[in-house]
């Protein structure tokens, strides 16, 4: 019998995984770090593994994170030299989909001045720009991202997207590598970021960034709050540069509760809620890798930790 560790400081998120694979893999032992035959594991599921719990499992032949990111895992430190996976969760993936569509109305229609102006019982029409000339653009073209800025491009936006290596998306403008960056900023109204946290993506929502963008641009975050150059981004909404900020990812989670963020105008703080991987396809996916490492098959949704994502 293979034998999981769940290796995460969070009670809640262990209590649903352990119950869910219960219930889709009830053969496979599901074990916490603390309990007997736990340094047996094969398989380590991950979300922020406590310092030097990975080191101390000897017979560890798989790292899965347990969400689409690995930045959790410290992959700059002395990670085991195993392999390591991610979940790629298609009800996920939709509900980024749901959310960025709701992001892009709402500020490409102005409901964001309404509302603001409904507090003053202000009635005052905003302009009404054709969805063909609101210019979207999407940092990343991964799972998320792609899905993200082809549901955009499908309800008519004029849509960039940027990611490392060349893409071609259907009804996206992409641009790829540290030379596209400028080409898929410049002009854009609203910015979307679904890019990975990695050496080389933290801090790249930076006052350089925000500057290539129209005047008066929105930003909408949904990669990590690493990404946001915290003082540039406050400069750019004083400065007008940037009309708003959506953010749904922070540095700190959660946000607390008296962080600037809360009250800066412009700003909208949402609790990290653009979308989540089921627990019964995280423990669905963890086992089928599990399956995948006994009978020798190529493992799903593979990281490179040389990369970071
Ligand atoms: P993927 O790994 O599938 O995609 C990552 C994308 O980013 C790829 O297109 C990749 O390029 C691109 N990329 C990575 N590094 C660079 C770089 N240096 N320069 C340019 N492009 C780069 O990730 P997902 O789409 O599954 O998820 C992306 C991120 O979204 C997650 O890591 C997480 O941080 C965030 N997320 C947030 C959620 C929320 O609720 N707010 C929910 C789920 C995810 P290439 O295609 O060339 O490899």
Same mark, same amino acid.
Not at 28 to 40: F, K, W
């Given at each position: ?48 593994? $406590? ?7 000897? /017979? ?5 994170? *347990? ?6 895992? !410290?992959?700059?430190? !002395? ?50 720009? $054709? ?19 082809? !549901? ?14 060349? /893409? ?80 749904? *990812? ?53 990281? !490179? ?5």
């Amino acid at each position: 019998m293979s034998t999981v560790v769940l290796l995460t400081d969070d009670a809640e998120l262990m209590a649903e995984l352990r119950q869910a694979f219960a219930q889709v893999a009830p053969a496979l032992r599901v074990l916490q770090a603390h309990e007997a035959g736990a340094s047996e594991a094969e398989v380590a599921a991950c979300w922020f593994p $406590p310092a030097g719990a990975l080191q101390a499992l000897p /017979k560890l032949r798989l790292i899965h994170s *347990v969400s689409a990111g690995i930045e959790h895992l !410290d992959t700059a430190g !002395d990670l085991p030299a195993v392999p390591v996976c991610r979940v790629v969760d298609p009800e996920q993936r939709q509900g980024m989909v749901e959310f960025m569509r709701w992001a892009v109305i709402h500020y490409q229609r102005h409901f964001d001045l309404v509302l603001a102006r409904q507090q003053q019982a202000r009635w005052q029409r905003p302009p009404q720009i $054709p969805a063909g000339e609101y210019r979207v653009g999407v940092l990343g073209l991964g799972s998320m991202g792609s899905a993200v800025a082809q !549901d955009l491009a499908g309800a008519g936006y004029a849509v960039r997207g940027w990611s490392r290596s060349p /893409k071609t998306l259907a009804g996206v403008d992409c641009h790829h590598g540290d030379s596209g960056l400028q080409d898929c900023l410049t002009g854009l109204d609203l910015l979307i970021n679904l890019l990975p946290l990695t050496t080389a993506t933290a801090g790249l929502l930076n006052s350089r960034v925000f500057a290539a963008l129209a005047p008066g641009a929105v930003l909408v975050n949904g990669g990590r709050g690493q990404h946001v150059a915290a003082a540039d981004l406050a400069a750019a909404l004083s400065s007008g540069q940037l009309r708003a900020a959506l953010l749904d *990812v922070f540095e700190q989670e959660p946000l607390p509760a008296d962080h600037p963020w809360w009250h800066t105008p412009g700003v909208t703080v949402t609790p990290h809620m653009a979308s989540a991987a089921s627990a019964r396809c995280i423990a669905s996916q963890i086992a089928a890798n599990t399956q995948r490492l006994l009978t020798g098959a190529a493992l799903l949704h593979r990281a !490179d930790p040389a990369l970071g994502y």
